[in-house]
Structures are given as structure tokens and as C-alpha cells.
């Protein structure tokens, strides 16, 4: 079981441009998570897939967020254009349904 | 409102000794409970859970935790911390039905001191 796989680890870009942070969840697990982590607001779900379908994006913060999933083994969180407040620690998570969240090492975000 | 309180922030002890980390919850029905942890740098492991029937769970890593109805807490419990025990620890909330409605609480640090 190699666990849920995120890159990159770490990404540093300046405000305006694209970010692309992505996750490859554990095989056989259908239902994805993102979250952000920051100091001032903890653990934010930002959206939730099952089978590949977003269910609940009600926790994406702006437009300028978007995530997909387009099969089983990977899915996408970009941020066009990005800002300095974007910088936060950003964790991807899988499940089988009704079954805890398995978390990914995390991708550590900085806005300049 | 459903909400997850962890009142310490902060907590010390010395390794050897014992740990009690709080975890009090709102909500409106008995919901699936959990305690993360998150060492630095990586992502949240699971510790245990309470879905029902003996509300004395045992975890990974020699951690236990109590679910009491009566007083909505689901403390986390060590008899004895090791230096590798220091990390962030997250008490968490969810429906039976659903895991995208898992709401996690502030967390409590801890640290050990050798």
C-alpha cells in the first residue's frame, strides 16, 4: 500500500501565476478529498469527490479555484491566478466508503 | 451548531508520564469519532475511531480513548509518552452517513520533554 501520493512536496511561485497540485489516491478507494491546512483557520475541506464526481465544492474559496478528477488514480487542485493568502499547507485524502480518511504527506504552498 | 473543541493548545509533559488530551464535541446525534495525528511535515494518520459499542476504544501506538455520551467528550488517553509521541494531535467528528461532513477540531500540540 504506498498511501496517498501528492506533488510536488513543496512549491514556491509568485502571486499571479498557475499552481497544479496534485494527488494520486490509494488504489480502490473511491471517494477523494482536498483540504487546506492553515495556522488561522486549521483543516478546511475545499471539495469532495466520489467516483470521480465532485459532489461538494461549497468549500472552494473563490473561482479562482478549481479541482478535478478525471479517472480514479489522480486528480487535480489548481489555483489561476494564484495569491500570497493561497500559501497554506494542502492535503489530499481517500476513502472506501464509510471508512476513515487516509491523508497524503501534504503539498506546502508559498504565494510570493 | 456542530462544532469540535480541543481546549488545551498547548500541552508539555515529560516522557514517562501520563497523557489525557480533551476532545469535546457538539452535535445532533451520536456521530463516528476519531483522533489524527500529524507529525511535522506529513499528513494526518489515523489514531482510532468510535463508531459504536465498547465506548473504550484501543489505537495504534499505545493510545485509548473514552467516548461519554453524557458529557459529548471523546478524550485521548497514554499511560506513558514517548519522545516520538510529540506531533499535533486532531480530534474529529462525523456522520454515519457521509465522511465529506467530517469536521475536524483546532488541534492540540504536544510536546515531551526527555
Known amino acids: 500500500d504506498a498511501g496517498v501520493i501528492q506533488s510536488p512536496r513543496h512549491e514556491v511561485t509568485e502571486m499571479g501565476q498557475e499552481v497544479t497540485l496534485r494527488c494520486k489516491p490509494i488504489?480502490?478507494?473511491?471517494?477523494l478529498f482536498w483540504y487546506r491546512q492553515t495556522m488561522m483557520r486549521g483543516l478546511e475541506l475545499l471539495i469532495y469527490f466520489n467516483n470521480n464526481v465532485p459532489i461538494d465544492d461549497s468549500g472552494m474559496p473563490e473561482d479562482r479555484f478549481s479541482a478535478k478528477m478525471p479517472n480514479a488514480s489522480f486528480s487535480t487542485l489548481k489555483i489561476q491566478p494564484s495569491e500570497p493568502r493561497d500559501s497554506a499547507v494542502y492535503f489530499c485524502a481517500s476513502s472506501f466508503p464509510n471508512s476513515p480518511l487516509h491523508f497524503g504527506n501534504g503539498t506546502r504552498l508559498t504565494v510570493t | 451548531a456542530q462544532s469540535v473543541t480541543q481546549p488545551d493548545i498547548h500541552i508539555t509533559v515529560s516522557e514517562g508520564a501520563s497523557l489525557e488530551l480533551r476532545c469535546n464535541y457538539s452535535?445532533?446525534?451520536?456521530?463516528?469519532l476519531f483522533w489524527y495525528v500529524q507529525s511535522p511535515g506529513q499528513g494526518l494518520q489515523l489514531l482510532l475511531k468510535y463508531f459504536s459499542g465498547d465506548t473504550l476504544v484501543q489505537g495504534i501506538k499505545g493510545f485509548e480513548a473514552e467516548f461519554k455520551r453524557s458529557q459529548s467528550s471523546f478524550n485521548l488517553r497514554k499511560p506513558s509518552v514517548h519522545w516520538s509521541d510529540a506531533a499535533e494531535y486532531f480530534c474529529a467528528v462525523g456522520p454515519k452517513t457521509s465522511y465529506d461532513k467530517v469536521i475536524f477540531g483546532p488541534g492540540t500540540s504536544l510536546s515531551v520533554i526527555p
Open positions: 452535535y445532533g446525534a451520536t456521530p463516528y
Open positions: 488504489s480502490g478507494h473511491n471517494s
